[in-house]
């Protein structure tokens, strides 16, 4: 399902206006091991069933998203805007189905914090933050707001070590991606959750 589900979004990125086209075979190949460690986890009894969409929906874009960004420098539209209303229905599903509105309202104040200190940063310097990683971070803080009060600034923080690494691994003609470091937290973030602590 994740495979497909990045399969997908690859062709989308292919696709766009401003095409960004991802090796589709890679892209595929660690959507499907991102999906079976997600499978993994919840048939371990990791989280209640009503979780699963949300890390299968951030692997799935988040592959592709993550390639895109190593590769070209920026994280599309095509991807980062839809994330917004796909992952709004996981977690509303998720708030229904589990914990309810508390789960929702969290999502919704960390959407708009963590999106707001990405445009903050990007304001006070666009070389060091994209826009995409601005867009991207509003849907990614919903869903870190969803599994914990704390999750989004851990998550924050793996993230900026993540690019730090990036940037120490190779030579960046562009600025170093974030989006990357963005997406590999919040997956881990989903993946071992304390919901609502």
């Known amino acids: 399902m ?8 690859s062709v989308a990125l292919a696709r766009a206006r401003a095409p960004a086209p ?24 990791g989280w209640p069933s009503w ?4 890390p299968v ?27 917004y ?3 709004g229905v996981a977690l509303c599903v998720a708030a229904v189905s589990g914990p309810g509105l508390g789960l929702m309202l969290r999502a919704l104040a ?3 914090a963590f999106g707001g200190l990405h445009l903050l940063a990007h304001a006070l310097s666009r070389r060091s933050l994209g826009a995409g990683d601005v867009k991207l971070a509003g849907a990614l803080g919903a869903v870190l707001g969803a599994v914990s009060w704390t999750a989004p600034v851990i998550a924050a923080v793996f993230a900026a070590l ?5 940037a120490v691994l190779r030579r960046w003609e562009h600025g170093v991606p974030h989006g990357p470091g963005l ?15």
């Not at 991802?22 to 009894?45: C, D, E, S, Y």
């Not at 993540?162 to 990036?166: P, W």
């Open 110 to 112: 960390t959407a708009a």
């Open 51 to 54: 979780w699963l969409p949300v």
């Open 162 to 166: 993540t690019t730090a690494v990036l």
């Open 2 to 9: 994740v495979a497909v589900l990045a399969l997908a979004a």
């Open 183 to 197: 997406l590999l937290a919040t997956w881990l973030a989903v993946l071992l959750p304390k919901l609502g602590t």
């Open 57 to 83: 929906l951030i692997a799935a874009l988040g592959v592709p998203l993550a390639a895109a960004d190593l590769r070209y420098r920026r994280l599309p539209d095509v991807l980062t805007l839809p994330a």
């Open 85 to 87: 209303p796909i992952l």
């Open 22 to 45: 991802v090796p589709r075979a890679p892209v595929v190949a660690l959507a499907a091991v991102l999906g079976v460690v997600t499978a993994w986890r919840w048939l371990g009894g």
